[in-house]
């Protein structure tokens, strides 16, 4: 079990770029989650995966945010044209799917920084 | 709307006591609760889950309780030691939601020598 390894670890990008990030799930596990963390808040959910189905995405933050997972094994999340408050930590977790109780494992995140 | 509450303020407590976090829900009905720690700089890890028909769960010096009458779980550190200082999450989850974690804010623990 090598954990959940996300990278890079730090982005820093200007405004009006794009980014992509990726995430390397346990791979044992089918379902797979994005979150957002911004400065002495908790975790907000933004999308997930079982296998390659991306079974929920409105929480994503706009239409500029995106997220695939075409095999069913890693992840990656898009933010077209970053703006200022994108930045944030980004947060990828893994888990078994089945019952609604299952521990996440989380990644150490991306840090994404926008000048 | 579905709202958690965490203390805001950082708890300070001394070596060897014991720490209390508390977890507020409103306009919930959770079927299950985790805990979380996270350390600066790194994703959360988990701790212990707890069921709504499960008023108390042990896991060597952690206790969590959960009263859904309250709508609160409580979080015990007994024998606190400077290691355990962190950010601590709750996450009420329901059923039938993809188990998507909705957090609180965290509360920061800090255990002085």
């Known amino acids: 079990d090598t954990g959940v390894s996300q990278d890079p670890r730090h982005k820093i990008t200007k405004r009006g770029q794009n980014v992509t990030f990726r995430c390397d799930p346990i791979s044992e596990h089918n379902r797979l989650y994005w979150y957002r963390q911004t400065l002495g808040q908790g975790p907000e959910f933004l999308t997930y995966f079982q296998n390659e189905a991306q079974l929920e995405k409105s929480r994503l933050l706009s239409d500029r945010f995106s997220a695939e997972r075409p095999k069913g094994s890693f992840s990656t999340l898009e933010i077209q044209r970053t703006e200022q408050g994108d930045s944030a930590m980004y947060l990828c977790?893994?888990?078994?799917?089945?019952?609604?109780?299952?521990?996440?494992?989380f990644g150490d995140g991306t840090r994404l920084s926008i000048l | 709307s579905q709202k958690i509450e965490q203390n805001s303020e950082a708890l300070n407590i001394q070596e060897g006591k014991t720490a209390t976090l508390t977890c507020n829900y409103t306009n919930y009905s959770p079927a299950y609760l985790q805990w979380y720690r996270q350390d600066p700089g790194r994703g959360p890890v988990f701790l212990l889950l707890i069921r709504e028909n499960e008023k108390e769960k042990r896991k060597e010096r952690l206790k969590v309780t959960f009263d859904t009458t309250l709508k609160q779980s409580l979080f015990h550190i007994t024998a606190s030691q400077p290691a355990d200082s962190a950010t601590y999450l709750c996450a009420p989850i329901l059923t039938g939601g993809g188990n998507k974690l909705t957090f609180g804010t965290g509360t920061q623990l800090k255990v002085e020598l």
């Open positions: 977790a893994s888990s078994l799917a089945g019952r609604d109780n299952q521990p996440q494992h």
